[in-house]
């Protein structure tokens, strides 16, 4: 069957892992989100994902914490959920590795591109953890920066919600959902697709954004079909 984007940088939240319970794992929502990469993978395209790490902790939990430090334990919590969503994929028989943006060489391989693109190349799903390595950025960041440095043809942002729209959805019934964006639109209005630097990332670079609704993993594998499943940001 034939597929519009031959390699893909999956982004999904620590949320989505958490299901119903909100926070934590929920192996019954991670093995359905794993079925629905499967079944790209299963098409033969190449898959790299990073996973956030909100289900166990987000910067604004820290109180007086300092910010760094803060974003450490982020950045940490990304790496649990990498581990978890690999071991979720191996147990539906897909070949998955993680790698971290940090050495932790008990834990996972350490990030590089031109071996993360060896391990898709060898048909292995690539699961990123640690985020950039970096304080202050962000998940959507890392995710930018790792979709570039493995040439990926599109980053699907796999959300809440199934596109952009002008207004929260869940607050205002008008809200109008869009098909098609640019990201000078994106930025200029501050719509709620990504933080700016890595909305400015994919901007510079070429690197179309597909926002779509995880609610329903088998979009996963429509999006690299290039069905209308969300919204397509590009420039």
């Not at 166990?56 to 990498?82: E, H, Q, Y």
């Not at 940090?102 to 996972?108: G, S």
């Amino acid at each position: 069957m034939a597929v519009k984007y031959q390699r893909v940088l999956l982004k999904v939240s620590g949320e989505a892992l958490a299901g119903a319970k909100g926070t934590g794992f929920d192996e019954a929502t991670i093995a359905s989100i794993c079925a629905g990469i499967k079944a790209a993978h299963d098409l033969g395209v190449q898959i790299g994902i990073v996973v956030g790490g909100g289900n166990f902790w987000r910067g604004r939990s820290s109180g007086k914490m300092d910010r760094m430090d803060a974003d450490k334990i982020g950045m940490l919590a990304t790496v649990m959920n990498a581990i978890a969503v690999k071991d979720a994929l191996r147990q539906q028989g897909v070949p998955a590795v993680v790698m971290t943006s940090a050495a932790m060489p008990q834990v996972a391989d350490t990030f590089r591109s031109d071996k993360a693109i060896a391990e898709l190349e060898a048909g292995r799903i690539v699961v990123f953890g640690g985020g950039t390595g970096n304080p202050i950025f962000s998940t959507d960041t890392a995710s930018a920066l790792r979709a570039l440095e493995i040439g990926a043809d599109a980053m699907l942002k796999a959300t809440m919600v199934d596109g952009v729209y002008d207004k929260d959805p869940h607050k205002y019934p008008d809200a109008v959902k869009y098909d098609t964006l640019t990201f000078t639109h994106v930025l200029d209005e501050r719509l709620a697709v990504m933080d700016s630097t890595a909305a400015t990332l994919c901007r510079d670079n070429g690197l179309p954004i597909l926002v779509f609704d995880l609610g329903d993993p088998s979009n996963i594998a429509r999006a690299v079909q290039g069905e209308n499943v969300g919204t397509l940001v590009s420039e």
